[in-house]
């Protein structure tokens, strides 16, 4: 237990979550392995919308094949409480198993052990008795189901409904209609946590999970554009009470940032900082800078809830795999080449992002296998520190792309460029950059400052002016109230704080609109410092530009020490083209010895390529190594005496 303890907070290696979705084992209900770091290594059976009988059949199959490389979790994902039924699906709604609390229970059907008001009890005794543990995805606040049925609240204190002021409060007086989830709005909404009623409904939601045994929960739609802080801090708080350790996990991850990372870092062990990855090379790519910049945050491995904390880049989805949707699967072979598949698990890994395999075990074929188990990535993912990005590295003459020691090199990409609306903390100086004027006497315009006075069309948005007359007035108006932002004065359309649905590498657009509502994810307040605040985030507005359908291309590298004063250093090649990438070890301004200053680089004599198996030369002060192209080459320096 202290040795799980300890690498699960330090990372989530393999992890396995049974989220079975349309990757593979993924995203619905499936199966996952994860072991902290020491490995935090997980697998998801994540695409279709998984059975008690096939998520048992995955999870034996960890405990044989994973758990002794440091798989110890097995987590059912999202959608275990709806009926697989025509009509059902993601977003669907009325298709729920709830409780007489309004609370979640698995669909008897697929998981024929939670009759009787058993929940998960039986399938956790069953995931444990194989030396495993268990975990279950769930998503925020309440479900409108239970709203709609007005179920009653369970104080657990007294075991009966809960009354406060003499009345019996029921799920339709804690669920807060304008806040639902913005991936599954008809499913999902917050719960108002400033009511003892909400609190108490929370709090039997996870109390009823640690009773039925689960280890391990993942809470969506609470953060990145959906960030929930009451809701999380509240969970936090009810599991730092229990009287058996969970591990509490984040999700989505879309418009993460580093200020919004450590805002909730200290109240979970794990968070996701990006949109679905899929098995793309462009899901892939889009990792790097948000990886760069929590690593550089010091956000590896902060202080999290009873332990340590780390940011998640989500499941691997390798080997056999579903389509994204799907509630039936898996049926296809991963769709990245063994290149793209090896630079994914070595930035996860050089990351210490917990290592979550999403693909189905009943058909895990020997190049997965080696991949998920490569004793060097593992060892990486647990126990390596000082990881960091080293943007100091250089390509060949041959290559178009270089980098110099003095600057980085730029990410290029195909398609225009265009302008996209993203959130951030209200707390960053980049969120600092609106500004209104008078478009007529009945709009203004809401514009981004940094974009008034360029040749280029500034980007603006629109309010309406409202009738009124005095100096004050005029000044309210201005400044304080929430109001609707349109695209343009001729149109219906409002401007939504993120999509409805997750967003992946390629669906990030200059916006998402709708028609007016009144629904708090449109609301918007422009504020005396310049931000543009959104009611149901919490977050304000920037603008970033970017490339339309943009894949990152060029060269990166990542530099960590091993406990046992080897270096690691990873090249990655996001390139088409095979290219030569060179790092100094010793020479240039910038080097490996000034990145790595309790390093004896000079004792490190002996270089071994993991994936090919090869040895490397240092020469000349410096260390380079041909990348194919998509690829990664993961370099293990030590001394002769090692």
């Given at each position: 237990?202290?040795?799980?303890?300890?690498?699960?907070?330090?990372?989530?290696?393999?992890?396995?979550?049974?989220?079975?979705?349309?990757?593979?084992?993924?995203?619905?209900?499936?199966?996952?392995?994860?072991?902290?770091?020491?490995?935090?290594?997980?697998?998801?059976?994540?695409?279709?919308?998984?059975?008690?009988?096939?998520?048992?059949?995955?999870?034996?199959?960890?405990?044989?094949?994973?758990?002794?490389?440091?798989?110890?979790?097995?987590?059912?994902?999202?959608?275990?409480?709806?009926?697989?039924?025509?009509?059902?699906?993601?977003?669907?709604?009325?298709?729920?198993?709830?409780?007489?609390?309004?609370r979640m229970v698995p669909d008897p059907d697929r998981w024929p052990s939670s009759k009787g008001g058993k929940g998960f009890t039986e399938v956790a005794k069953k995931v444990h008795s194989m030396g495993l543990k268990f975990g279950i995805h769930v998503m925020r606040g309440i479900s409108t189901q239970a709203v709609n049925a007005q179920t009653p609240i369970l104080d657990t204190t007294k075991g009966v409904a809960y009354t406060d002021g003499g009345k019996k409060w029921t799920s339709s007086d804690i669920g807060m209609k304008d806040r639902t989830c913005r991936w599954m709005p008809h499913g999902f909404m917050s719960v108002d946590t400033k009511l003892e009623a909400g609190k108490a409904f929370l709090r039997s939601l996870y109390e009823q999970y640690a009773e039925w045994g689960v280890d391990f929960v993942k809470n969506d739609c609470v953060f990145g554009d959906d960030l929930d802080i009451p809701e999380i801090t509240f969970i936090s708080e009810v599991l730092r009470k229990l009287s058996r350790p969970i591990l509490y996990s984040l999700s989505p991850?879309?418009?993460?940032?580093?200020?919004?990372?450590?805002?909730?870092?200290?109240?979970?062990?794990?968070?996701?900082?990006?949109?679905?990855?899929?098995?793309?090379?462009?899901?892939?790519?889009?990792?790097?800078?948000?990886?760069?910049?929590?690593?550089?945050?010091?956000?590896?491995?902060?202080?999290?809830?009873?332990?340590?904390?780390?940011?998640?880049l989500d499941m691997l989805p390798l080997g056999w795999l579903t389509d994204g949707g799907s509630n039936e699967g898996p049926h296809r072979k991963c769709n990245l080449n063994i290149n793209e598949q090896k630079t994914q698990i070595t930035l996860w890994a050089m990351a210490k992002s917990p290592l979550m395999f999403g693909g189905d075990m009943r058909q895990l074929d020997d190049v997965t296998y080696d991949l998920i188990t490569n004793p060097t990535v593992l060892e990486i993912n647990a126990f390596s520190s000082n990881n960091q990005e080293f943007p100091f590295v250089t390509s060949s003459p041959t290559s178009k792309y270089n980098?110099?020691?003095?600057?980085?090199?730029?990410?290029?990409?195909?398609?225009?460029?265009?302008?996209?609306?993203?959130?951030?903390?209200?707390?960053?100086?980049?969120?600092?950059?609106?500004?209104?004027?008078?478009?007529?006497?009945?709009?203004?315009?809401?514009?981004?400052?940094?974009?008034?006075?360029?040749?280029?069309?500034?980007?603006?948005?629109?309010?309406?002016?409202?009738?009124?007359?005095?100096?004050?007035?005029?000044?309210?108006?201005?400044?304080?109230?929430?109001?609707?932002?349109?695209?343009?004065?001729?149109?219906?359309?409002?401007?939504?704080?993120?999509?409805?649905?997750?967003?992946?590498?390629?669906?990030?657009?200059?916006?998402?609109?709708?028609?007016?509502?009144?629904?708090?994810?449109?609301?918007?307040?422009?504020?005396?410092?310049?931000?543009?605040?959104?009611?149901?985030?919490?977050?304000c507005a920037?603008?970033?530009?970017?490339?339309?359908?943009?894949?990152?291309?060029?060269?990166?590298?990542?530099?960590?020490?091993?406990?046992?004063?080897?270096?690691?250093?990873?090249?990655?090649?996001?390139?088409?083209?095979?290219?030569?990438?060179?790092?100094?070890?010793?020479?240039?301004?910038?080097?490996?010895?000034?990145?790595?200053?309790?390093?004896?680089?000079?004792?490190?004599?002996?270089?071994k390529e993991v994936w090919t198996n090869q040895d490397c030369h240092i020469s000349g002060g410096s260390i380079s190594m041909d990348v194919e192209g998509h690829g990664a080459a993961l370099l293990v320096l030590t001394s002769k005496k090692a």
């Open positions: 237990m202290k040795i799980f303890l300890s690498a699960i907070f330090s990372l989530i290696s393999l992890l396995l979550l049974n989220r079975v979705t349309s990757k593979g084992l993924h995203h619905v209900n499936h199966a996952r392995a994860v072991t902290p770091p020491r490995g935090w290594n997980s697998y998801d059976a994540f695409s279709w919308t998984i059975s008690e009988e096939e998520f048992l059949q995955n999870a034996e199959l960890v405990s044989k094949r994973l758990h002794a490389h440091g798989y110890e979790y097995v987590v059912v994902d999202y959608l275990w409480y709806r009926r697989k039924v025509p009509g059902s699906f993601s977003d669907s709604a009325g298709f729920d198993v709830i409780d007489e609390w309004g991850g879309t418009s993460v940032t580093p200020a919004m990372a450590k805002e909730i870092s200290g109240l979970v062990n794990m968070y996701r900082i990006t949109g679905d990855d899929w098995d793309t090379w462009g899901d892939v790519a889009a990792h790097f800078d948000i990886t760069r910049d929590l690593a550089a945050a010091k956000m590896i491995g902060s202080n999290g809830l009873l332990g340590k904390s780390w940011p998640d980098f110099s020691s003095e600057s980085r090199l730029k990410e290029k990409s195909q398609g225009s460029s265009a302008s996209s609306l993203a959130l951030v903390s209200c707390k960053e100086s980049e969120a600092q950059g609106w500004l209104a004027q008078s478009v007529d006497q009945n709009f203004d315009q809401v514009c981004w400052k940094n974009d008034v006075g360029n040749n280029e069309i500034p980007f603006c948005l629109y309010k309406r002016k409202a009738q009124v007359t005095s100096d004050e007035e005029v000044y309210e108006t201005q400044y304080h109230g929430e109001t609707h932002l349109l695209e343009t004065t001729r149109t219906g359309l409002c401007i939504d704080a993120s999509p409805r649905q997750r967003l992946t590498s390629k669906e990030f657009m200059r916006g998402s609109s709708s028609p007016c509502k009144g629904d708090a994810n449109q609301l918007w307040e422009l504020k005396i410092n310049g931000t543009l605040k959104n009611s149901y985030a919490g977050l920037t603008v970033k530009s970017l490339e339309a359908n943009a894949v990152p291309t060029g060269i990166r590298s990542w530099v960590a020490t091993g406990r046992r004063g080897e270096v690691y250093l990873a090249f990655f090649n996001l390139n088409q083209e095979k290219t030569t990438i060179k790092a100094p070890i010793t020479t240039h301004q910038v080097n490996l010895a000034k990145a790595l200053p309790s390093v004896k680089f000079g004792s490190l004599s002996k270089c």
